[in-house]
């Protein structure tokens, strides 16, 4: 497996332009996380899916941000429009339960820069 | 809510010498597993060591082994003979079954040569 696949790696936009970032999780994971790590907040939850269902999105900033998982092999996390605070590394992380919890297994993350 | 404090924001090691991270939780819950991860310069999120409460025996992954504590919710890190290559952030992690991960704020590891 080619593990979780995120994209684009580096994201350099404009404020007030609209960001998408994608998540291509290991088959079989039935859930996906996404998390945003900064210098002062370290690693937050943002959301997670489990089935493709929203189990907790409480994570999530503020309206601007908003997530989907339309099938099992993806899911996109949009931040419209965006602001220079949300200038971070995100990650996208997915999990099975089968056999045992292993933990995460993460992409490689999503370095956005909104100036 | 469940909140994991690492109380180490840089520790340093000797090439080839022992270094041990400190971890503890606090948690209402019984049944959870903790983990650690090492977050290289790459900034890739590895997976180094994983621990089920409910088992009494401590993991280890070669030259990886934990401490766990459950009474006094402590889980520490000991890395032997440490290389050059375990340079990097150590993230402590806190979950339950199937669960969110709640992480610590990190710890950065030097291996001086």
């Known amino acids: 497996d080619a593990g979780v696949i995120q994209s684009p790696r580096h994201e350099v936009t404009e404020m007030g332009q609209e960001v998408t970032l994608r998540c291509k999780p290991i088959s079989g994971h039935d859930y996906l996380f996404w998390y945003r790590q900064t210098m002062m907040r370290g690693l937050e939850l943002l959301i997670y899916f489990n089935n493709n269902v929203p189990i907790d999105d409480s994570g999530m900033p503020e309206d601007r941000f908003s997530a989907k998982m339309p099938n099992a092999s993806f899911s996109t996390l949009k931040i419209q429009p965006s602001e220079p605070r949300d200038s971070a590394v995100y990650f996208c992380?997915?999990?099975?339960?089968?056999?045992?919890?292993?933990?995460?297994?993460f992409g490689s993350g999503t370095r956005l820069t909104v100036v | 809510a469940q909140t994991v404090t690492q109380s180490q924001p840089e520790m340093s090691v000797q090439e080839a010498e022992t270094v041990t991270l400190s971890c503890t939780y606090d948690t209402s819950e019984s049944d959870y597993y903790l983990f650690w991860y090492k977050q290289p310069p790459s900034r890739q999120m590895i997976l180094v060591i994983r621990?089920?409460?409910?088992?009494?025996q401590n993991a280890t992954e070669n030259r990886f082994s934990v401490n766990f504590q459950k009474a006094a919710k402590s889980f520490s890190l000991k890395i032997s003979d440490s290389q050059l290559g375990d340079a990097a952030m150590y993230f402590c992690a806190w979950g339950e079954y199937g669960n969110k991960l709640v992480f610590g704020a990190g710890t950065i590891l030097r291996v001086k040569s």
């Open positions: 992380a997915s999990s099975a339960l089968r056999g045992g919890w292993g933990g995460y297994t």
């Open positions: 621990q089920e409460a409910y088992k009494q």
